[in-house]
């Protein structure tokens, strides 16, 4: 086990992976806080969960691990923790809102309201990201490197 968390910490000690790390969750941060906490305008955990299981017809198990992968997952990418971890999770979430939202509407994003929905660039960019942090770990400045130096 003690092998499997070095490995899920290991990271390569560069400050460009701590700016990537960082920017991904300074980005997912006001996304989970709408949906768990009504903070930017959002409509908090409640509203989020019934708009995705009965609008958008998502199991439950769905809609909830969305809300605590944007929430949980964009603090843990914040701080560095565990982010190789979180950028996976967040990367599949992605994969999947391409296919099930923004794969019908294009590539672009929605910019002047002329098509039925987002496309799918937005997403592409925070896959990106995340395959980043997944192949590079959290960086420099981050407490996965913390706590490697600590054992």
Not at 33 to 61: C, H, N, R, V
Not at 109 to 122: K, L, R, S
């Amino acid at each position: 086990m003690k092998h499997l968390v070095q490995k899920l910490l290991k990271t390569h000690p560069n400050i460009g992976f701590s700016i990537a790390r960082l920017t991904l969750g300074l980005v997912m941060f006001p996304h989970g806080a709408q949906k768990l906490l009504s903070l930017f305008g959002g409509y908090g955990y409640t509203a989020t969960m019934e708009s995705f299981t009965t609008q958008m017809g998502l199991p439950s198990i769905v809609a909830f691990s969305i809300i605590m992968i944007e929430f949980f997952g964009s603090i843990s990418l914040i701080l560095g923790l565990f982010s190789r971890f979180w950028a996976l999770a967040l990367a599949g979430m992605f994969i999947g809102i391409i296919y099930m939202t923004q794969l019908e509407n294009g590539f672009f994003m929605n910019w002047y309201g002329n098509q039925a929905g987002e496309g799918y660039e937005y997403s592409l960019l925070i896959i990106g990201l995340a395959l980043t942090i997944i192949v590079n770990g959290s960086g420099k400045w981050s407490l996965d490197n913390l706590i490697l130096k600590k054992q």
